[in-house]
């Protein structure tokens, strides 16, 4: 036996193009699987490759709107086509929102309900099929600590992540006699580029404080790693969590500790 965990595991990871879900795809290709990077930047998805390429492993790059019904579609009916149905699929692909309920618009709720909260749902639809026809399948959603903790001005966001969250649980329990799993994750702060652009952006000249002080908020003292939870996630996707399903994982160094 080879050892490795995802070994011929074709999987479809959005927003793998940087952060954790780079993180995720570099981690399942080491792992042996066959990886869709399903991602809307390009450039990013083809670096994303290259690393994979780099390390001896297998990712095709699929561009994508997770947000877009048809070009979902597109993409995975493309995907089964080449290289035949996903056996896992990584909802990984979100996007942020600050403010609260006075401050979050229409336009803004409406943005971020349909990456986050659509674009979970048209992935997994896009995919139940497959799996159905093949008596077997994993899925894995990243929600967040916001799903559960109330988070200060993260109104729209926190919308978002706890809708990723009773999806996976409604998932789980429709689909477990065909022999499919779903579950979650749910991370707290993860040191990633957009948490560098995001403080750059909004605090200039008070860089180091700030990402003091957004490291502490952990009491663990520190952001979590985007390896890290690629760590979960490839136990959750693997043969290893075969009993593991309609379950949230918080990874975030002791936030929940808080509640």
Avoid: W
Avoid at 120 to 129: L, Q
Avoid at 221 to 244: N, Q, T, W
């Amino acid at each position: 036996m080879s050892g490795l965990r995802l070994e011929n595991k074709h999987v479809a990871i959005t927003g793998a193009g940087s952060g954790i879900g780079q993180a995720i795809a570099v981690r399942f290709a080491a792992e042996g699987a066959v990886v869709e990077i399903l991602e809307r930047d390009a450039d990013a998805a083809e670096a994303t490759r290259g690393l994979i390429s780099g390390a001896g492993g297998s990712g095709h790059v699929v561009i994508v709107d997770v947000a877009d019904e048809a070009s979902v579609k597109g993409a995975f009916d493309k995907s089964a086509s080449e290289r035949g149905p996903v056996d896992v699929l990584v909802n990984n692909a979100g996007i942020a929102h600050v403010g609260n309920l006075e401050t979050t618009t229409s336009e803004d709720l409406d943005r971020i309900y349909g990456v986050n909260v659509k674009g979970v749902y048209h992935c997994m639809r896009a995919a139940i099929d497959g799996m159905i026809e093949g008596g077997q399948g994993v899925i894995l959603n990243m929600a967040s600590i916001a799903s559960t903790l109330g988070i200060q001005d993260r109104f729209a966001y926190s919308m978002s992540k706890g809708a990723v969250l009773t999806m996976t649980l409604s998932v789980a329990r429709d689909y477990v006699e065909k022999g499919i799993r779903c579950n979650c994750i749910c991370p707290g702060r993860v040191h990633t580029p957009f948490v560098d652009g995001f403080i750059k952006k909004n605090y200039p000249g008070e860089e180091e404080a700030v990402f003091d002080k957004l490291s502490k908020y952990q009491p663990i003292g520190r952001m979590g790693k985007p390896e890290e939870i690629a760590g979960l996630a490839v136990y959750l996707c693997s043969d290893e969590a075969a009993f593991i399903t309609g379950s949230a994982y918080d990874i975030d160094g002791g936030c929940t500790l808080l509640r």
